[in-house]
């Protein structure tokens, strides 16, 4: 896990936040955002975005122009007008020649990364402890039975994907843990007194280590908890039922599409007691959550195609969470449209919080 790229990335958030906020509200989601596109940025193929010093960066603005055009319905149900036609639709085209930069960004990247991979020095100089990239670690594995290597454009699709599925998730898992904790002051206090207890009382930020990560039990909690009541990923990807079946007594013919809501599952009242009530407890030992069956909490999915960036976000909730509840105390604002119940929207299949504005009192 890159956690000294978590590290710098968040001593430079709390420089953000210190200046920008001075006792005024910020907007902690768009901060999450801009925090977990340079984590991915940096751990996945080494490219600084640059988005928690600057959100108004030209990358940011061409990522999330790309990203917000993926959900355009016109397009989704009619993509013929895109692959066939697309000079007839200008705006449409634009952000086609945004997505076309950002590919030979990546490509530039790749190339790079071979040219020092087949540098001698390069090897000899290799610390065999230094973090490797995932881009690096792709094109060193990616061999297939007959001794291929991954191709230019299976590694540029699959860092899109990391883009895509491993930034908005976690940065909203991370907005929502604040939310909870802004809305429950006494378990803010609860986990911040845990986070000093295992960090030490220093005023100054310290960076946990894993061993730290895995003393800190009820942080641990309330990420779970916060993971089952809003789950950023609201369901799964549809899949299509390649014969007949039946599912909890209905009847699914052959190619129907069929998918599950995690967001329903998680708050469903067959499954979890009193689901609509935020309660790290569950997670605690002993607690509801222990003798269950494994599915009742799938915010990753399970099985073959469970999230494969599952461990990544758990650690950057882990390191984020306590450096942050160290540095400050958090609440919402009295004018909040989220006193009585968290305002969200659905993305591209990713539920956020809509205008999250957050008052950070610093500590040290
Ligand atoms: C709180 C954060 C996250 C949540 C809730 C989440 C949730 C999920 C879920 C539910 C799936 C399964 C989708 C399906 O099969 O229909 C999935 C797949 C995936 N996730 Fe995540 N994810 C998160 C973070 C990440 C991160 C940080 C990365 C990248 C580093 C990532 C990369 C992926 C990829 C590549 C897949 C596809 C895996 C496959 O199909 O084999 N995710 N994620």
Request: glycine letters at 6%.
């Amino acid at each position: 896990m890159p956690l000294e790229i978590f590290g710098n990335l968040t001593e430079k958030l709390f420089k953000v936040i210190d200046n920008t906020s001075n006792g005024k509200a910020v907007d902690a989601y768009d901060l999450m955002e801009r925090w977990t596109l340079d984590a991915i940025g940096n751990a996945s193929f080494g490219f600084d975005f640059g988005a928690v010093t600057d959100g108004d960066n030209e990358w940011v603005h061409r990522y999330n122009d790309v990203v917000e055009a993926t959900s355009e319905p016109l397009y989704t149900f009619l993509p013929i007008l895109e692959r066939k036609y697309i000079n007839w639709f200008p705006r449409r085209k634009k952000v086609h020649d945004e997505l076309t930069v950002f590919l030979d960004m990546i490509q530039h990247i790749i190339d790079e990364k071979r040219r020092k991979i087949s540098d001698s020095n390069y090897q000899s100089t290799q610390d065999n402890n230094k973090q490797k990239d995932l881009l690096e670690m792709m094109m060193e594995s990616g061999e297939d039975e007959n001794g291929a290597l991954l191709t230019d454009e299976e590694l540029r699709s699959n860092m899109c994907i990391f883009f895509f599925a491993g930034h908005d998730t976690t940065a909203s898992a991370l907005s929502f843990a604040i939310y909870y904790l802004a809305r429950h002051p006494e378990m803010q206090e609860r986990a911040r007194e845990e986070a000093i207890r295992v960090l030490g009382n220093e005023p100054t930020n310290i960076r946990p280590t894993v061993e730290q990560s895995r003393e800190m039990t009820y942080i641990e909690q309330i990420i779970k908890e916060v993971l089952r009541i809003s789950c950023p990923a609201d369901s799964l990807i549809t899949r299509i039922a390649t014969k007949d079946t039946e599912l909890g007594g209905v009847f699914i013919p052959k190619g129907t599409g069929v998918t599950l809501s995690i967001y329903n599952l998680q708050r469903s009242p067959k499954v979890w007691d009193n689901p609509q009530k935020f309660d790290p407890e569950r997670f605690s030992p002993g607690g509801e959550a222990e003798n269950k069956d494994p599915n009742s909490w799938i915010p990753f999915s399970s099985g073959q195609r469970q999230c494969i960036g599952m461990n990544f976000s758990l650690s950057e909730q882990r390191f984020l969470l306590p450096m942050l509840l160290r540095k400050y105390k958090w609440s919402l604002p009295e004018d909040s449209i989220h006193h009585d119940k968290v305002k969200i929207e659905l993305g591209l299949g990713v539920i956020s919080p809509v205008d999250f504005n957050v008052i950070f009192e610093k500590l040290y």
